[in-house]
Nanobody
Framework: QVQLVESGGGLVQPGGSLRLSCAAS????????MGWYRQAPGKQRELVAA???????NDTDSVKGRFTISRDSAKNTVYLQMNSLKPEDTAVYYC???????????????WGQGTQVTVSS
C-alpha cells in the first residue's frame, strides 16, 4: 500500500496564495508521476498539474501562469504553489501518484483523500 499525505488547503481571499503539499510513503519501487487534480461541485474531476520522474510537466490552461508544480525527490513530496487565486479555483484538490511496485514493477495508481481549497472574500 501507498499513502499520500496532503496538507495546505484552506480558505483564502481572491488574489491570495496557497501551497499544497503531498508526501508519498509506503512500499514502492519508484514514483513515476505525482500530481494534482481538482473537482468543483457539479463538475468532473480535472487534471491541474502533474510531474513525471523524468521532469516533464502537464497542466490545464486555466492555471497556466498562476500555479506551479514542483517536487522534492528526497522527500517523495510534490508541491502545488497556487498564486493569484480566483473563486473559480474553489474545489477539492486531490493528490495523485503513479508508482511502480511489487516483484514485477507494475504501475499502480493512488489517490489522497482530498483537501478543500476555498477562494472567497
Amino acid at each position: 500500500q501507498v499513502q499520500l499525505v496532503e496538507s495546505g488547503g484552506g480558505l483564502v481571499q481572491p488574489g491570495g496564495s496557497l501551497r499544497l503539499s503531498c508526501a508519498a510513503s509506503g512500499s514502492f519501487f519508484s514514483i513515476d508521476t505525482m500530481g494534482w487534480y481538482r473537482q468543483a461541485p457539479g463538475k468532473q474531476r480535472e487534471l491541474v498539474a502533474a510531474l513525471t520522474s523524468s521532469g516533464s510537466t502537464n497542466d490545464t490552461d486555466s492555471v497556466k501562469g498562476r500555479f506551479t508544480i514542483s517536487r522534492d525527490s528526497a522527500k517523495n513530496t510534490v508541491y502545488l504553489q497556487m498564486n493569484s487565486l480566483k473563486p473559480e479555483d474553489t474545489a477539492v484538490y486531490y493528490c495523485h501518484a503513479e508508482v511502480s511496485r511489487g516483484i514485477l514493477r507494475l504501475r499502480y495508481s493512488y489517490w489522497g483523500q482530498g483537501t478543500q481549497v476555498t477562494v472567497s472574500s
